[in-house]
């Protein structure tokens, strides 16, 4: 049984950095894409990240490219987050997502998934 856990999130000052971690157990790490996504008290889960297999292509929800990272380390099991410069619209649950084959931006086609990590930003 595949289990995603994710870690890392807590309360941070705007303008702040977290790093969230992401760590896959009971399936094959390297076949999946791994991604990153949000969701805000009243407001539905949203993209924020994605990475292929090999690290060689990501993509970003516009609200992130240039503050956020994602990045993975296939030795460890585990993604990673990288998120620079918090403001209060990036505050939410993140959930780590998993799907075998190919990049995508779509919440529906991923096949496993995390509980999530609380990420609160004050102001």
């Known amino acids: 049984q595949v289990q995603l856990v994710e870690s890392g999130g807590r309360l941070v000052q705007a303008g702040g950095s977290l790093r969230l971690s992401c760590l896959v157990s009971?399936?094959?790490?390297?076949?999946?894409?791994m991604a990153w996504f949000r969701q805000a008290p009243g407001k539905e889960r949203e993209f924020v990240a994605t990475i292929t297999q090999n690290s060689d292509r990501t993509r970003y929800a516009v609200a992130v490219k240039d503050r956020f990272i994602i990045s993975r380390g296939n030795a460890r099991n585990t993604a990673y987050l990288q998120m620079n410069h918090l403001n209060a619209q990036d505050a939410g649950v993140y959930y780590c997502?998993?799907?075998?084959?190919?990049?995508?931006?779509?919440?529906?086609?991923?096949?496993?998934w995390g509980r999530g990590t609380q990420v609160t930003v004050s102001t």
């Open positions: 997502a998993a799907r075998p084959y190919a990049l995508t931006i779509q919440s529906t086609s991923y096949t496993f």
């Open positions: 009971g399936g094959m790490f390297n076949n999946y894409v």
